[in-house]
């Protein structure tokens, strides 16, 4: 150690030099803790920011804008279900024209409309959705039949996002997509009180949709967790069974390190690769179907097989030897010791692990994208091998599409992973608390 | 679904294999449990796993190797000398055959391939039947086999538990054929890709646009596999990302060890967790949608011309994600460092920094090494922010401001979507994924060797 020259022997505790560097390395403590503390709040603040700009944006895509008509029912466009059976009526409001009857209704809101083009831009302020609700509310109440109903029929995307407040109306007619005609229209319907935004099911119930006031995510939860379950089949007794093997039963030899080293490995393997491997063997070479919720999940369980391993041997090594001796003592043969007494033990902490490894999972989009879970499918998947896409790919593809609207559905989308995730670490947060022992 | 009707078939064999077993046992003594050397189930399990165990074995063989070894002998069954056959590689002469497979006679009109077609049609379908037939009669065989050893001084217990163990050794040798086979594939399809594209046109090459042609007499058919531009664009998101999250992370974490009072711990540290638990799909559409958008605004305002897909937004993006990465590893490296250092240093009168910078910080050094390490190869391999908000010109530049290509944003683009397998621009993308996991190996394996050798023992 240097002795500062400027200072004699013995030290001036009260000099003006030591002051000043007494308050220097004051200072200098001051601005280290604050800077620390400024990272600490930066990040939070990050969270605040990101979870905040999901919700706020999120929040509308769940709520879709209604307009009320009055629509006539005519039996001569619908059938009688008077005299036909059930599904002969369905049959036939399927081939019903249901936008000419909206249309009809419109012209008597309307009077003033009366060219052809503008008649056709008329009706486009609904949805073209309205065709299938139509159908469903007559196909569900045949006696409407022949009656004039005042219904909320869905509007059109555009119609949606300008009533939300999502379409500047202030700015230059030719930048966005309503027309001042439109907003005239609309202007007249809110005036009357026809206008209202209300919860959508459909977003939670539905498939995919090219048209966003009609898109769900019901078909993308089906596919995850068809994926999820296979992922969990496979992932879950292997990697639990290795866990055992390198816990319990393994001769500390090269074959062993090397199997450490290597799962530890695999841990760090970025998500694409496994994509690739996916890719490879699982379509390349066994020639298993594509977009397949089989393929998907065989995937993923080697991507989350290292988180469940590592979770498991913890969980298998917080276990006591006490418990392996006294069952040893009472005669049980090491496979007795382990399957009666140290799995049962250790069983929360595996399966914290696997919930863990299961988020993971879930959340994961870039190795589906490989094996080809990216289509558009409007269909809810009914099994293992056919197509289908997941939770987070869907909020990938909604993401990317053009329309202003499909914004509003993406956060709501990632609205509704976020809360598959938040329930399953929950789950996950409660065992652990519940089941935790302490020896 | 004959391979799904075939597992239940199975399982339900094996099931009454167990029952049989069990009942087998108790008959040979009579009733009398204590005469057997095992508990009767033991005897059940040994016959349910002599079932399930040889059957499914054949099985994975068949959906492993099937397809393999019926192509080879689809290809041997096209006559010498073939028209359609003749000066064409043997891979492109198998993908007609697939499609003539798939789609019958539309696209396809040669009758060598058609036949060629039908002879693998007919073959695979016979080849599933007889792959059945030996599962169910491996599984039968099985079952006899146990129900024959079934007696009083059989050891079944014994004999279960080495069958256990057995499977136990063949679960943890399925992490080893993950890594065999992500090398394997990789490897395999990046040599044929190497065929075609020299290795160093690859490696040093400045132009990266994958358009092979359609037709083989196109005009500038050859595309450009130069992943220079690639592999920069890379490096510039990566170290525009740790250049957030390093210092974040590291002093996020000093603050959290040294400082916080326990009740902001509690809060601050479950609060990074889900900052880490966020998909990174979502960090996606956050840079693409909002991220991008305000630093464009913010360029414009001080007369910056900042692309929309910036290079910049990603890799902040890309930052805020690695920061709980990094934190909770230097969080572990810091509080691994003994108690009677800082309080040596505190002692002699060090302020808290300067016990933290000159004491702690160093002695646990190796271990922030290693986690900054393990997080560069986190952002280098991470896909979803940067296929969301990075672009896809290849522009090889090092201004943040300007849109590039990272690796994992092309394999993306290159393997989405239909593709046939035997284009350079579909290899390419394995090649690419062969050069991600080298790195990020690379990393780790620095990581693991930083952390391990520098590492100071105390106590």
Known sequence: ?439 | MTSSAISVIILLLSLAAFAAGRQRSLATVGGRRSDLHSLPRHYGYFAASLVILPSTLILVLWLTFGDFVLERMTMNSIPEGAVATEGVEDHLVLNRVRIAVDQGDRVEKDPTILAAAKFYREAHGEAVWVTFAAALLAGLAGLAFALKATSPEFRARNKVETIMRVVLIACSTLAVLTTVGIVASLLFESLRFFQQVPISEFLFGLKWSPQTALRADQVGSSGAFGAVPLFAGTLLISLLAMAVAGPIGLLAAIYLTQYASGRVRAVAKPALEILAGVPTVVYGFFAALTIAPLFRDMGLSVGLDIASESALAAGVVMGIMIIPFVSSLSDDAITAVPRSLSDGSLALGATPSETIRKVILPAALPGIVGAFLLAVSRAVGETMIVVMAAGMQPNLTANPFEAVTTVTVQIVALLTGDQEFDSAKTLSAFALGLVLFVVTLFFNMIAIRVVRKYREIYD
């Open chain 1, 1 to 439: 150690m240097t002795t500062p020259s400027k200072i004699d022997s013995p030290t001036l505790w009260d000099s003006k030099e030591m002051q000043r560097r007494t308050a220097r390395r004051y200072r200098q403590e001051r601005i280290f803790r604050a800077a620390g503390l400024g990272a600490v709040a930066i990040s939070a603040l990050f969270l605040v920011v990101l979870l905040g700009n999901i919700i706020s944006q999120g929040t509308g895509g769940f709520f879709q804008t209604y307009i009320e008509t009055e629509v006539e029912l005519p039996v001569k466009v619908l059938g009688d279900p008077r005299t036909m059976t059930p599904e002969e009526f369905a049959n036939s409001v399927r081939r019903a024209n249901m936008l000419g009857l909206v249309a009809k209704s419109l012209e008597e809101t309307f009077p003033e409309v009366t060219s052809r083009s503008e008649k056709r831009a008329l009706i486009k302020i609904f949805s073209t959705g309205v065709r299938g609700q139509l159908a469903q509310f007559v196909t569900e109440n045949p006696n409407v039949v022949g009656t004039r109903q005042k219904l909320w029929l869905l509007a059109s995307d555009d119609i949606d996002q300008v009533v939300k407040g999502n379409i500047d109306t202030e700015t230059d007619e030719g930048d966005r997509r309503v027309s001042d005609r439109e907003l005239a229209w609309l202007q007249k319907l809110e005036d009357a009180g026809r206008v209202d935004v209300k919860f959508h099911t459909t977003f939670l119930t539905s498939g995919d949709s090219r048209n966003p006031e009609m898109a769900g995510v019901w078909g993308a939860v089906v596919g995850s967790a068809l994926t999820l379950f296979v992922t969990l089949i496979l992932a879950f007794p292997v990697g639990v069974l290795t866990a055992i093997y390198l816990e319990e039963f393994a001769p500390q030899n090269r074959f062993t390190d090397f199997l450490e080293i290597n799962i530890n490995n695999l841990a760090a393997v970025p998500s694409i690769v496994f994509g690739l491997l996916g890719l490879a063997v699982f379509i390349g070479t066994m020639h298993l179907p594509r977009s397949a919720p089989l393929v998907g999940g065989f995937t993923l369980a080697l991507m989350t097989l290292p988180t469940i391993i590592i979770a498991s041997r913890a969980a298998i090594k917080a276990v006591p030897p006490s418990i392996r001796d006294a069952a040893r003592g009472l005669g049980a043969s090491p496979m007795q010791v382990i399957f009666h007494h140290v799995l049962p033990l250790a069983m929360p902490g595996i399966l914290t692990g696997t919930i863990i490894g299961m988020a993971q999972a879930l959340g994961e989009t870039a190795p589906l994208l490989m094996i080809g879970m990216v289509a558009f499918i409007v269909d809810i998947p009914s099994g293992i091998t056919g197509a289908a896409t997941a939770l987070p790919v869907q909020v990938y593809l909604w993401a990317d599409s053009p329309e202003r609207a499909f914004a509003e559905k993406t956060s709501a989308a990632i609205m509704v992973l976020l809360f598959f995730l938040i329930m399953m670490n929950a789950v996950a947060i409660k065992l652990r608390q519940k089941f935790e022992r302490k020896w």
